[in-house]
Nanobody, 115 residues
């Protein structure tokens, strides 16, 4: 059974930083494209960042230069370092693993940025 468990969310003031973690079990993330998505209240889920099993990272324009996605295959984990946070970054953040014709999701972690 595949499980993705996010952690590290919380309440932070604008300009602050948070580091989200996603711990995977049931899959080996080294073979998956790992991504972060987010969903703000009343809005559709949107893609934030991706790190393929090989190749360059990619980011949504709204977070480019502020967020950094990384992976640690030995720990079967993916991270999202978020700096210079803005109130519009407030959302539930989801980890996702894409590969072998399937997409898996975590349960999400809440990030709230106060102004």
């Amino acid at each position: 059974q595949v499980q993705l468990v996010e952690s590290g969310g919380g309440l932070v003031q604008a300009g602050g930083s948070l580091r989200l973690s996603c711990a995977a079990s049931g899959i080996s993330i080294r073979m998956f494209r790992m991504e972060w998505y987010r969903q703000a209240p009343g809005k559709q889920r949107e893609w934030v960042a991706a790190i393929p099993s090989g190749g360059d990272t990619d980011y949504a324009d709204s977070v480019k230069g502020r967020f950094t996605i990384s992976r640690e295959n030995a720990k079967n984990s993916v991270y999202l370092q978020m700096n210079s946070l803005k109130p519009e970054d407030t959302a539930v953040y989801y980890c996702s693993a894409l590969g072998f014709g399937s997409r898996h999701w975590g349960q999400g972690t809440q990030v709230t940025v106060s102004s």
